[in-house]
């Protein structure tokens, strides 16, 4: 069969796995346009030390939203300035950081995308290196914007410097940074926020028996070492409205001995759901150094699918899925109820309206903004 100009037509795709990933998705009273999400990655670029993003940040998401992507997360946002990653984090510990977020929002929400922030205390593994200032893998010296970090326990994380034990006052301390930070995030217009207890973090090393070995409240066994977590959770339920949801991003596996596990990632899953908890966006590692993890394709799926299944929560799945029809295939299995894409999106940030085309979804239903619709995929 030829087409009207003579041309051989092209033999009509099928988009039954397409259909799945563009299929929106509700979550209390916030409706996500399809399942292809923007996880956080640090992109260390609040060069003037003061957390406020730039218009750096604002070009780095609104074109992730223009690009098709139904969810995005702004990056790890420290709630207090130790609890940045880098001297170069974003943050959310003061009022002066709300307006500079509000217009990448704003814009970000115009697309028809949704934006949340996920909130972060690094614990130990704060006071790190980034590419403006150097000093990569390592602790930045207080004479170049470091400070001494702090921990359940006075435990380094590999050679990094030992930090401070957090005394219970501290504790509760932090608990008010995250409930201020949520309250700010509102304001800002953010749309959900997500928990950043994952990847060797302030919060997941309360969870990890290899991290925390408190003998208080906040040690021993898992009930102890998730209350922080637990606490959290309740004081930013307690400032964010009804209808907003609530993520909570966990590594599922420390990969070591002993340490944090699968079981225990759905214990500690199940208990947030109690708590207001609306889906856990399951990564893995990052918590102890010196593991070997099994990196390839759809290696943490697994370990979304088994939360998913065995905690009756939604799940995001997220690691080296770079392929449209990889994608597609774990929501239509039901293995996710979303995938986060993560480094294939800073290398492209139209990476649904690609994907949209290869799984034959047709134009007018993929998530293109009406001023691109004429450089559409055909």
């Known amino acids: 069969m030829n087409d009207q100009n003579g041309k051989a037509a092209k033999k009509p795709k099928k988009g039954k796995n397409g259909s799945d990933l ?11 346009r399809n399942r292809i999400w923007m996880p956080p990655m640090d992109t260390y670029s609040a060069l003037a030390q003061d957390g406020k993003p730039t218009p750096f940040h604002y070009q780095h998401y609104v074109s992730r939203a223009m690009g098709g ?10 709630v207090s300035p130790e609890g940045r990653i880098s001297p170069c984090d974003v943050g959310l510990w003061n009022d002066d950081q709300i307006e500079a977020w509000r217009w990448i929002v704003d814009d970000v929400k115009a697309t028809g995308a949704v934006m949340g922030v996920q909130l972060n205390h690094s614990g130990r593994k704060g006071s790190t290196g980034c590419f403006s200032l150097g000093f990569i893998g390592n602790t930045v010296p207080p004479e170049h914007g470091g400070w001494q970090t702090v921990a359940p326990s006075p435990i380094a994380y590999g050679h990094y410097s030992m930090p401070r034990e957090l005394s219970v006052d501290d504790i509760h301390a932090i608990v008010g940074e995250f409930r201020a930070a949520a309250a700010r995030a509102v304001i800002a217009g953010f749309q959900f ?4 207890a994952a990847h060797g973090y302030l919060l997941s090393e309360f969870l ?6 408190r003998t208080d409240e906040y040690g021993g066994g898992l009930a102890g070492r998730m209350r922080l977590l637990v606490e959290v959770a309740d ?14 991003r966990i590594s599922a596996t420390d990969w070591a001995a002993g340490g944090w596990d699968l079981d225990q990632s759905v214990d500690v899953a199940k208990t947030l759901k109690a708590h ?60 996710a109820d979303a995938v986060e894409i993560g480094r294939a999106a800073l290398r492209d940030p139209y990476w649904p309206l690609r994907a949209a085309d290869k799984l034959g979804v047709p134009v007018a239903e993929a998530p293109y903004q009406p001023q691109y619709v004429r450089g559409a995929y055909r």
């Open 22 to 32: 563009f299929s929106p998705m509700a979550l209390r009273g916030l409706t996500v």
């Open 69 to 78: 992507f139904g969810l995005i997360i702004a990056e790890a946002t420290g």
């Open 193 to 196: 926020i997500e928990i950043h």
């Open 208 to 213: 990890d028996p290899l991290s925390n070995e």
């Open 235 to 248: 004081a930013i339920r307690s400032v964010i409205p009804d209808d907003m949801p609530l993520f909570v």
């Open 276 to 335: 207001g908890v609306d889906l856990i966006d399951v990564s893995t590692g990052g918590i102890v150094p010196n593991v070997t993890v099994p990196v390839k394709a759809n290696y943490q799926v697994p370990f979304a699918t088994q939360i998913r299944e065995r905690a009756d929560v939604p799940v995001t799945a997220v690691g080296l899925i770079t392929k449209p029809k990889q994608a597609a295939k774990i929501v239509a299995r039901g293995e």
